[in-house]
């Protein structure tokens, strides 16, 4: 399973919790807030958690998924009992699958057994969002802090596939050059050239966005775009390190700013899922 896309989610409906919430679940009834909850003393932590109400009445919580698992529709579970069981408020649960790839039979919105019939049973449901079957064109209409999302919706049946990439780009970094300040504009692009990985190559990926600017007709801004993904990742693999290794010491930090290899980084990214996590020079000597 690939976290660099799942984390750059997390991150930005951390940012745009009630975006998230208007896109995937409706516009926001109630003052809303984002929960931080950390669920791993049984669990991974939950992606999105956003609670609506003061007080607490309701909690939505948004799960993102990059590859196939036949298990995450139990993960979904765990984690909906857990908030249920923290918050003592009604929770429902979302699973946005970010790619065709990440569709499996058992991720169906249904978990349901029962070993004791008639005797009791589990009968959970949650709601699956494909988002490769949403409109580009409407998640271009959206609010800003989720239009990185349009770079993964459906796109005009029949048209080249990178020509159309890079009009969602540059009608995406219109509308953010806007309605968004400059540090936004890039923070949300950034997200948007990241996530463009799900559907092509990195190189593929770099063309698409070169040139694309959010700020002014005369900044050729990828310099800034790549930079930013890379720190992106980099604070993605800091975050998840520290939770599950301890904290790094001073020559590791620098040995992994010193990587700049955006493959390689998703690479190490990627074995911090690992069952058995490599300890951080293990983790920094991923080829």
Not at 56 to 72: C, M, T
Not at 161 to 181: D, I, M, Q, T
Request: charged residues 25%; hydrophobic residues 45%; aromatic residues 6%.
């Amino acid at each position: 399973m690939s976290m660099t896309f799942d984390a750059t989610l997390k991150d930005l409906g951390a940012a745009h919790p009630a975006a998230f919430l208007t896109l995937f679940d409706g516009p926001p009834s109630a003052p809303s807030r984002l929960l931080n909850v950390d669920l791993s003393t049984v669990t991974a932590s939950a992606d999105l958690v956003v609670g609506l109400g003061e007080p607490l009445r309701e909690i939505v919580h948004i799960d993102f998924q990059s590859s196939a698992n036949a298990a995450k529709g139990r993960d979904v579970l765990a984690y909906n009992a857990l908030l249920y069981r923290n918050y003592d408020v009604p929770v429902h649960s979302v699973l946005v699958l970010l790619r065709p790839r990440a569709a499996h039979s058992a991720a169906n919105g249904t978990v349901a057994y029962a070993p004791r019939p008639g005797r009791g049973r589990m009968d959970f449901g949650y709601e699956v969002v494909r988002l490769w079957e949403c409109p580009a064109e409407d998640l271009l209409r959206g609010p800003p802090g989720t239009l990185p999302l349009a770079i993964l919706g459906t796109l005009p049946e029949g048209a080249e596939l990178g020509a159309c990439l890079r009009g969602v780009a540059l009608r995406l970094a219109e509308r953010l050059g806007r309605e968004a300040e400059p540090a936004l504009a890039t923070r949300l692009l950034t997200a948007a050239y990241l996530l463009a990985g799900l559907r092509v190559r990195r190189d593929e990926a770099k063309a698409i966005f070169k040139g694309v600017s959010a700020v002014s007709e005369s900044d050729t801004y990828f310099g800034v775009l790549e930079e930013g993904a890379e720190q992106q990742i980099k604070k993605d693999i800091r975050r998840l390190a520290r939770k599950r290794l301890g904290q790094e010491d001073e020559p590791t930090r620098a040995r992994l700013q010193d990587i700049s290899d955006m493959a390689r980084l998703e690479r190490i990214l990627d074995r911090l899922v690992d069952p058995v996590p490599p300890s951080w020079e293990e983790l920094l000597d991923t080829p």
